[in-house]
């Protein structure tokens, strides 16, 4: 492999990877305090969540959290949500916010899942979650 281990279409997954859950957690978190109701600390469930994804698809413990159910259960997400955004569906309240954060939930565990599937030998680990930090901040740093 290039680069010490790692080659740059690797690299560039893992950017990406990192980029979509965190970009999904600002469009959820912006949503849900405009759209919704502007409550203070909203910003928090959001957030809880990434992180919750986060912890639950690196943790060593392999279960069905890793398998292809939450690939296969993406459409099935997807479709319901995207039709309810082209409509400007936003009645009942609760619906709308369930589907968009499980959307979100879901679109998480397949991208942090697929990082921790793709994780390095632990030699290369600090590359690893270099590059995951670029993924997720260069988000952040758009967004200002």
């Known amino acids: 492999m290039a680069g010490g281990g790692y080659a740059i279409g690797r690299t560039f997954r893992w950017i990406l990877l990192s980029?979509?859950?965190?970009?999904?957690?600002?469009?959820l978190?912006?949503?849900?305090s405009t759209e919704i109701a502007v409550?203070?600390?909203?910003w928090v469930?959001?957030?809880?969540?990434?992180?919750?994804?986060?912890?639950?698809?690196?943790a060593?413990?392999?279960?069905?959290l890793q398998a292809g159910l939450w690939i296969r259960l993406m459409p099935l997400v997807v479709l319901p949500l995207a039709v309810a955004v082209v409509a400007q569906l936003h009645r009942p309240a609760w619906v709308v916010i369930g589907?968009?954060?499980f959307a979100f939930v879901t679109m998480a565990m397949v991208c942090h899942?697929?990082?921790?599937?793709d994780r390095p030998h632990p030699a290369f680990l600090t590359h690893f979650y270099l590059w995951?930090?670029?993924g997720g901040s260069s988000v952040d740093c758009s967004m200002r």
């Open 132 to 134: 995951i930090a670029v």
């Open 60 to 64: 060593q413990r392999r279960s069905f």
């Open 113 to 117: 899942g697929e990082l921790a599937r």
């Open 29 to 32: 978190t912006t949503y849900l």
């Open 99 to 101: 589907l968009h954060v």
């Open 39 to 42: 409550l203070p600390l909203v």
């Open 45 to 58: 469930i959001p957030l809880a969540l990434y992180l919750l994804t986060f912890v639950v698809t690196f």
């Open 19 to 27: 980029a979509v859950p965190s970009s999904l957690m600002l469009g």
